[in-house]
């Protein structure tokens, strides 16, 4: 039980740096971020095992093996960096170091207020310019409601997956349980896509991700719908919105943080979206809400945003006081 208050304890000094600090673009401009190393050794069993002349049933064998490797092998990195640091005086500093480079808190504000700044200094154009970073979407087809709508949107899936996902994998397995989290989702972001490419050789990668996923988005539109009120909307239209909407969205996980924004700020979101080469025709979340989105609502889904985290941090210092007693 000691072991473990000190994992929380650990976690909670992660968050406050990395919501202090942030990710430090200098250091990542003369080295690779550690999910960039990830990325490399996806690509590689990608080149190696994805064969297009292969069966589709090879396909998905080989992705699947791909898969316990990356698991494997970010966990053992993890349970290593873990024997090491506490072999060393002020081990608990690296862990903490290491553990804040994985959460997304400042980064995600800061993406996020770039597109809402975008809008205001530049207009469209600017605007547009910034969402492309950060959404997949064409930004040429994008109004200055789309490109609200599309900020928005990212605000609330990447708190889930980006915040409270690698928070809830630390608390519950460690450092081990991070690396691996974070090993799933970004090959989920490389290889899960349903193409041609994709659909064998990705399949355990994107139905493993959709699992690993589903408690941090729950979490994450429990702690959006609780933090409304900080931007004058309402808890209660948010959890109704989940509970009524969130089964809308085609992914599993990605609707209950969506829905609880668009019940927060009492706007639609989602709905049908243009994509490079392809459109998509989904249902509004929160549907009779406002569609007219602008940069204004984007400041308060930051509000609701840093909220959240304080919800999540709050959580967490709860739990690691009761745990001391």
Not at 71 to 83: S, T
Not at 151 to 175: K, Q, T
Request: hydrophobic share 50%.
């Amino acid at each position: 039980m000691l072991i473990y208050n000190n994992v929380l304890w650990l976690l909670l000094a992660a968050l406050l740096i990395d919501a202090v600090f942030g990710d430090p673009d200098w250091l990542w401009r003369r080295l690779p971020h550690p999910v960039v190393w990830i990325g490399k050794v996806i690509s590689f069993f990608d080149k190696s095992l994805n064969s297009p002349d292969a069966a589709p049933d090879q396909r998905k064998r080989n992705g699947i093996l791909t898969l316990l490797a990356l698991v494997a092998g970010a966990a053992i990195i993890g349970v290593v960096i873990h024997f090491l640091a506490a072999m060393i005086p002020g081990g608990d500093a690296i862990i903490v170091v290491i553990t804040a480079i994985f959460i997304a808190q400042n980064s995600l504000y800061r993406h996020v207020a770039a597109v809402r700044d975008g809008l205001k200094a530049n207009g469209l154009d600017g605007g547009r310019k910034a969402v492309a970073m950060i959404v997949g979407r064409d930004p040429e087809q994008l109004d200055e409601a789309g490109v609200s709508r599309a900020a928005i949107e990212s605000c609330a899936e990447n708190f889930a997956d980006g915040v409270v996902a690698p928070v809830f994998w630390f608390a519950l397995l460690g450092l081990p349980g991070l690396l691996a989290y974070k090993a799933v989702n970004t090959a989920d972001s490389m290889i899960g896509h349903k193409n041609q490419k994709y659909t064998d050789f990705g399949w355990a990668s994107a139905r493993f991700d959709d699992l690993i996923n589903l408690p941090a988005s729950r979490l994450a539109g429990t702690f959006i719908a609780l933090s409304a009120p900080l931007a004058r909307g309402s808890t209660r239209r948010s959890l109704a919105c989940i509970f009524r909407d969130a089964g809308k969205h085609r992914s599993p996980n990605a609707g209950w943080p969506e829905a609880a924004m668009a019940g927060a700020l009492d706007i639609a979101l989602a709905g049908p979206r243009a994509y490079p080469g392809y459109t998509v025709e989904d249902p509004y979340l929160n549907e009779t809400g406002r569609k007219d989105a602008e940069a204004g609502d984007i400041s308060g889904a930051l509000t609701v945003l840093v909220g959240a985290c304080c919800m999540q941090a709050m959580a967490l210092l709860i739990i690691s006081l009761s745990l001391t007693r």
